[in-house]
């Protein structure tokens, strides 16, 4: 637990409900949310937690608890007041609750912004007998109110869901929610618990009816993070699992094993365990669909204040003799020569940080039939390193070392060796530091091809890198009286061919027959009023110091139901940076009628300078049949001040598994979705992975 700061605990679990009359339709009682929360609460005591209020529903039929220990608004409501009265700045937060969801919109019909928590409810223990729901939307504000007037971070768990899709009957596993039900009944204390909501809400512009499908607050939110059991379209169920007494939640249980795997003191990021939840849950049951989604700050330590720098990975799907398969292609820009450290699939996720493995691999051949797959061949430098081949097995974890470039890229600094201030200094140095990274050579007197980068010396003594005779901007000089120029006029050379490779990566994929029509989808840009932004020949022109706000949706003629979408900005500084959800999440999960939109800031600070009046920065979506993760494909901007030389990549990794063939676009059974489905199956072979798209949108900014 963080030192000087607080942990302040909600945990509500809902197994009985009052039975009634007053809703269109009834819950059945669950088996697990009270273990859930009972679980919860000993892992919180165990951390030393002691503000701790849990709030139950058990009984075979009506709860039995005594009234203000009831998992009811008025109670909840209570609840959070005293945690936000008494609580200190910089203090933490933890919501889990245990129980049924259910939606209070048809999903698809009144409802644009769907996502896992706008327009969708808790169902609390007295809801059939006239009790409030508990939205989304209200939610949101009481957690709103907690972290931008207080100061506290927050973390929810959601343990339930609301697609009202429903999963076959089984008893071994049983759905939260009601199946294809959704209620959108109105009764006084809803609409009470809607304007009390309104009041404290200082946005607020909805009132009676239309508050509980106002979007909230949660689906975007900042100083906190939500886990969800499952996408707005899945369903989240409980499993009796064989080392428990009775049935859990599965996010629940998988969520306290990744804790238990892990120190007390130090905890996993919120990224990590939905990252652990999700590949347990894809070898509980073929075909189960349940996909964890995180929202807000992941990057953040689970119960904690401090934010964690992480490496994205990879996951092994086979192995044989000396050989692995990663679920990583050409399209996320592996390459042949890459090298992965190997972390094998009974690593803990502690044990994954700080160290480097004694196991490594190097990709040997990227698959011609997928763009999402690989092969590599394990090594390692002793023979202790080569007796753990045998334990890396399936689900093992590769993360990225040394990067490798798709193509031959080559450098003249023909005009080094000549240069007179040069004379007697030896570039065999350069040669070894540039040939470093596999796929980029030094352009020799025998070489008809054009080198994509000259090396160049300037009258002040200082090193400059060119591309067919004009300076590259916003890459800075090195003077030759720098003791490690070699070094690091070796390290640009290599990140501006990385950069070059992977912005042309779409040019390879996107003439493949398993490609995205990009007439399927819209995607704009606007001022923050909304208002339109001046475009010329394809580029939206800015100033710096402004905002936009980038939208995104299918179009009509789109047969698909749904798509997986992120949004990396390739900056004019170099860079690859995700912009689009936030950290620890890989990818939105957009239906059809909705509009996907995300607001960026103009920094007014990068304009300019350097030889250039305007930039130009890429903001690029990622459009998917299926989720898979880019975070491979991230860079750092190139400093114009202090050049870092990595030796050793970041310590801290990151679980980013791209999961092919869990993750489907949503069925109907209506005629409309079946001619659909069969459309989609005639256009594409999605044998060999997910189909994409990209889709660039280019901002000119100039200076006020």
């Known amino acids: 637990m963080d030192r000087g700061h607080r942990i302040w605990a909600l945990l509500v679990g809902v197994e009985s409900y009052f039975q009634g009359k007053e809703r269109p ?162 009764l006084n204390s809803d609409v009470r618990a809607d304007q009390t909501a309104a009041s404290a809400d200082k946005n607020a512009t909805m009132t009676g009816r239309a508050a509980h499908v106002k979007r909230s607050w949660l689906s975007n939110p900042s100083g906190c993070t939500v886990l969800t059991a499952c996408q707005f379209d899945e369903t989240a169920g409980e499993n009796k699992f064989p080392d428990m007494d009775g049935a859990h939640g599965v996010l629940t249980y998988w969520m306290l094993k990744a804790l238990a795997d892990n120190p007390l003191v130090q905890r996993p990021t919120h990224a990590k365990i939905r990252d652990y939840v999700q590949s347990k849950i894809m070898r509980m049951k073929p075909g189960l669909r349940q996909s964890p989604v995180l929202y807000g700050d992941g990057d953040y330590v689970f119960l904690g204040n401090e934010a964690v720098v992480e490496r994205p990975a990879c996951r092994i799907l086979k192995q044989w003799e000396n050989y692995v398969e990663l679920d990583i292609g050409q399209a996320q820009g592996a390459s042949i020569g890459a090298i992965y450290d190997i972390y094998p699939e009974n690593s803990s996720l502690d044990n994954m940080s700080g160290c480097r493995p004694r196991l490594q691999a190097q990709i040997v051949e990227v698959a011609e039939n997928s763009i999402f797959l690989s092969t590599a061949e394990l090594f390692a430098e002793d023979s202790r390193g080569l007796d753990m081949r045998m334990e890396v097995g399936l689900g093992g974890i590769a993360v990225l070392r040394t990067w490798a470039l798709p193509s031959d890229v080559y450098i003249d600094v023909s005009l080094l060796e000549s240069s007179e201030k040069l004379r007697g200094i030896n570039l065999e140095k350069l040669t070894i530091e540039i040939e470093r990274t596999s796929g980029l050579y030094l352009q020799t007197d025998s070489m008809a091809d054009d080198p994509s980068f000259n090396v160049i010396l300037n009258a002040n003594n200082e090193l400059e890198i060119e591309s067919m005779g004009v300076r590259i901007p916003r890459v800075p000089r090195i003077s030759i009286e720098d003791t490690k120029w070699v070094e690091k006029v070796a390290y640009l050379l290599s990140h501006l061919a990385r950069f070059e490779a992977l912005r042309t990566l779409p040019n390879d994929y996107l003439r493949s027959r398993n490609s995205l029509p990009v007439d399927w989808f819209s995607y704009t840009a606007k001022g923050k009023d909304l208002r339109p932004i001046k475009e010329v020949n ?167």
């Open 25 to 186: 339709l009834e819950y059945h009682r669950l088996n697990g949310c009270v273990r859930d929360v009972r679980a919860v609460e000993e892992y919180l005591r165990r951390l030393g937690v002691q503000n701790i209020k849990t709030l139950t529903a058990s009984g075979e039929k009506d709860p039995i608890e005594n009234h203000r220990e009831l998992p009811i608004y008025e109670n909840i409501e209570r609840e959070f007041q005293y945690i936000t009265d008494n609580a200190g700045v910089a203090d933490l937060v933890y919501f889990h609750y245990s129980g049924h969801g259910i939606r209070r919109d048809v999903l698809g019909q009144r409802q644009k912004d769907d996502d896992t928590i706008t327009g969708t409810a808790l169902a609390l223990a007295d809801v059939m007998t006239g009790g409030a729901y508990l939205t989304g939307y209200q939610l949101g504000v009481f957690v709103k109110k907690m972290v931008e007037e207080k100061g506290l971070r927050v973390t929810l768990v959601l343990d339930s869901c609301f697609s009202g899709q429903g999963l076959r009957n089984s008893s071994k596993y049983a759905p939260r929610t009601i199946v294809g039900q959704s209620d959108n009944s109105l």
């Open 538 to 704: 394809g580029r939206y022109h800015a100033k710096g110091g402004k905002a936009m706000i980038l939208s995104l949706r299918m179009n009509d003629i789109c047969p698909l139901e749904s798509v997986y979408v992120s949004f990396y900005c390739l900056s004019s500084a170099w860079g690859i940076q995700k912009i689009h959800p936030g950290p620890g999440q890989t990818a939105i999960k957009l239906p059809r009628r909705r509009l996907e939109s995300f607001r960026i800031d103009i920094e007014a600070s990068s304009v300019g300078g350097d030889n250039s009046e305007e930039i130009e920065d890429t903001i690029r979506a990622f459009i998917c049949t299926r989720e898979v993760s880019w975070e491979e494909l991230t860079l750092p901007d190139i400093s114009m001040e202090e050049i870092y030389v990595p030796r050793d990549p970041l310590n801290e990794i990151m679980v980013v598994p791209q999961y092919h063939g869990i993750t489907t676009a949503a069925q109907n059974t209506d005629n409309e979705g079946l001619s659909s489905r069969n459309m989609i199956k005639s256009c594409f072979d999605e044998e060999d992975g997910p189909v994409l798209c990209t889709l660039d949108l280019i901002i000119r900014t100039a200076q006020e």
